[in-house]
Nanobody, 123 residues
Framework: QVQLVESGGGWVQAGGSLRLSCAVSGRTASQFAMGWFRQAPGKEREFVSTINWSGSSTFCVDSVKGRFTISRDNAKNTVYLQMNSPRPDDTAVYYC????????????????WGQGTQVTVSA
């Protein structure tokens, strides 16, 4: 049984920084491409960033480019989302997800999901 557990969420002031972690258990993380998604109140879940199994390929949505960085440490079975200079419109529940194939922008392509961690950015 694959489990994903996010941590590191909380309150942060705009312009600060926050690092989210996603711990993978049940199978080795290197078997998966990983993604981060977010969902704000009243909005649909949206793609944030994705990373391939080795970490050699990453992609993120334009709204977070230059501010957020996805990375992974397969030895620790953990994926990270470094959030620098967050803005109030980044406030959302952040989810990590695992996919047995390559990277994808689409939530429907992912096989496993964590329960999410709340990030609140104040002005």
């Amino acid at each position: 049984q694959v489990q994903l557990v996010e941590s590191g969420g909380g309150w942060v002031q705009a312009g600060g920084s926050l690092r989210l972690s996603c711990a993978v258990s049940g199978r080795t993380a290197s078997q998966f491409a990983m993604g981060w998604f977010r969902q704000a109140p009243g909005k649909e879940r949206e793609f944030v960033s994705t990373i391939n199994w080795s970490g050699s390929s990453t992609f993120c949505v334009d709204s977070v480019k230059g501010r957020f960085t996805i990375s992974r440490d397969n030895a620790k079975n953990t994926v990270y989302l470094q959030m620098n200079s967050p803005r109030p419109d980044d406030t959302a529940v952040y989810y990590c997800a695992a996919r047995s194939r390559g990277t994808s922008w689409y939530a429907r392509d992912y096989d496993y999901w964590g329960q999410g961690t709340q990030v609140t950015v104040s002005a």
